[in-house]
């Protein structure tokens, strides 16, 4: 028993390692205990996860370094064993009490901030017979009930048959000029894995501020609104798009057509407002 627990520990060290070294590459080095991740950390999180949990952490032991493999410098694996309070998702069924590994930043005076009897929210992967495995090296979120909540409602948003699909960037645009100088239109086709229709659209009137809208469909919907800040449409549209239309989406139309593309892009842009992310992730504008 001990040598199968030795062996799935050094199995889950290895893959931590592998992902705290694919995150480091990525997004520098991210503190395990922030406690002040934003919106589109936290369904960066809940979406990318099989298992969210509510647990209060019963031990938290330094590994050896044997164990440790792969640690960046001024961090600490421990082995968390924790139990949990509540399930928030589970594909499948999760045991009472859990372990799973974690980096810890070591502080000016070569201490980790410690965790016995906190609570915290996680979002991990099966990993074994009672462990899983963090989705990302700072997927432990400290515990609040705002925090709580928040993950909830994005969760069951994602659960909907109605959920934004996910988006993974902008397959073409195009420009209409309307019968009246000045007057027009921009359209944005998004990508979408699910084969399920996004675009983006901008109108132009005389005397009018530009109006723009998306639309999740076939048929371009006038009355369908802009997406509110924190909501996973706002989440899917805002934290996927490139700071930049990519030029291959206006192939083939004129320089006075694709500056016109441009600049309704960045009314987009500016509705939407920034992507904030505390952990500062890959694609954040």
Not at 70 to 76: D, H, L, M, N, W
Not at 239 to 259: F, H, K, R, W, Y
Not at 273 to 283: E, M, Q, S
């Amino acid at each position: 028993m001990e040598m199968k627990l030795s062996k799935l520990l050094r199995s889950m060290a290895a893959a931590c390692a592998l992902m705290t070294v694919n995150a480091a590459a990525q997004q520098g080095a991210p503190s395990i205990v922030s406690s002040t991740y934003q919106y589109a950390d936290l369904a960066d999180f809940a979406l990318a996860a099989p298992i969210t949990a509510h647990v209060k952490i019963k031990s938290a032991k330094r590994l050896s370094k044997d164990m440790a493999a792969g640690v960046r410098p001024g961090f600490e694996r421990q082995l968390i064993t924790a139990d949990v309070i509540a399930l928030i998702k589970a594909t499948d069924g999760v045991p009472k009490r859990i372990q799973y590994l974690v980096d810890l930043p070591i502080d000016s005076r070569g201490k980790v901030q410690k965790l016995t009897k906190s609570e915290s929210l996680i979002f991990a992967i099966p990993a074994g017979p009672a462990f899983v495995r963090l989705v990302a090296p700072d997927a432990q979120v400290p515990w609040s009930p705002e925090a709580a909540r928040t993950v909830r409602a994005i969760l069951s948003e994602a659960a909907r048959a109605d959920a934004p699909p996910v988006v993974r960037g902008i397959s073409s645009a195009f420009h209409s000029e309307g019968s009246i100088p000045g007057e027009g239109e921009t359209q944005i086709f998004l990508n979408s894995p699910e084969d399920k229709p996004v675009s983006l659209t901008v109108q132009r009137r005389t005397g009018e501020e530009p109006r723009w809208f998306v639309s999740q469909g076939e048929v371009v919907d006038e009355g369908t609104s802009q997406p509110r800040p924190n909501t996973l449409l706002w989440h899917r549209i805002a934290c996927t798009l490139p700071a930049n239309i990519p030029p291959s989406t206006m192939d083939g139309q004129s320089t006075e057509t694709i500056a016109q593309i441009r600049a309704d892009y960045k009314v987009i842009l500016g509705g939407l407002g920034p992507c904030n992310r505390t952990r500062n992730a890959t694609g954040a504008r």
